[in-house]
């Protein structure tokens, strides 16, 4: 190795270790409890993110728009699956009322526990939770039309700001009309490497974020393509960079490590219990 390549080498180091010394751990502020703390209550209800708020995290919550205009909390384009096949109805094809008679905390492991009865939450129900030093993530499962009755529901409330608040979506076209209309508030185009929106070059991700106008990227955490180098790479181009759904202890800290400045998971508590509890043995 000649002196050149040596004094690269030096400089890439120290350059990666100065990274690696900023990266983020896990933290109250720093794991966001995925549709609510969903391990321990039913997902998108107010249960589920009343116990994130409760034990100190953020959260994420899917939302949905009702027929008649109103923005909900749901996660799958229909009713089927947390309604225990009591309602296979599209999401966009009921009403609010309809909506409110709805049972979404009385199936799979829920089902006849204390949750019976629990309706999906209205949009202003779950802005109303938000609180300072912690975020809540919203993510926008429609095309751009739902962007005006998101922007009506920020307008008639106070606690949910850009300090606390910020959306997340797998819509190219959803990104792009939030930070248009809604631009005082930070959003993430969501990425899955194995779903509908691929995994690609760190440049090409780059300039898709720099097309939309958003502020980072949200991608399912896949160790073989989100490297210390590939994070670092979208990071320098001045975006941000954080990852969903993970569960456990090593691949929560191996993502920080790497980077990610905020992890999404099912369980925030049991995960920083453990850290905890592992930092405490040293």
């Not at 690696?20 to 995925?34: G, Q, R, V, W, Y």
Request: proline share 4%.
């Amino acid at each position: 190795m000649n002196k050149e390549t040596t004094k690269k080498f030096a400089t890439c180091a120290a350059a990666m270790a100065a990274f690696c010394a900023m990266a983020a751990e896990p933290a109250f502020d720093t794991l966001i409890s995925h549709r609510g703390e969903s391990v321990d209550a039913p997902e998108n209800t107010l249960p589920a993110f009343k116990t994130a708020v409760g034990r100190g995290f953020g959260f994420e919550c899917d939302v949905y728009l009702s027929k008649d205009g109103r923005v909900f909390t749901f996660h799958d384009r229909d009713l089927k699956r947390t309604t225990g096949g009591v309602n296979t109805n599209k999401c966009a094809d009921v009403t609010w009322a309809e909506l409110e008679q709805v049972d979404v905390g009385n199936w799979g492991k829920w089902n006849g526990s204390k949750f019976a009865g629990t309706r999906p939450a209205l949009l202003e129900e779950v802005l109303a939770l938000a609180r300072g030093g912690r975020w809540i993530y919203v993510e926008v499962k429609t095309g751009p039309e739902i962007v005006p009755y998101i922007k009506d529901v920020f307008s008639r409330q106070s606690k949910a700001t850009p300090e606390n608040t910020l959306f997340i979506s797998f819509e190219e076209m959803s990104c792009k009309a939030l930070k248009e209309q809604m631009p005082e508030y930070k959003t993430f185009w969501l990425v899955n490497p194995k779903g509908r929106s691929p995994f690609v070059a760190a440049e090409c991700i780059v300039a898709k974020l720099k097309k939309l106008g958003v502020d980072g990227v949200d991608c399912r955490y896949d160790p073989k393509f989100a490297t210390a180098e590939y994070i670092k790479a979208i990071r320098d181009a001045g975006f941000e960079f954080h990852v969903w759904t993970v569960d456990d202890l090593p691949s929560a800290k191996e993502a920080f490590k790497r980077g990610a400045l905020t992890v999404t998971t099912n369980c925030a508590k049991k995960l920083l219990d453990a850290y905890v509890r592992e930092n405490n043995r040293r």
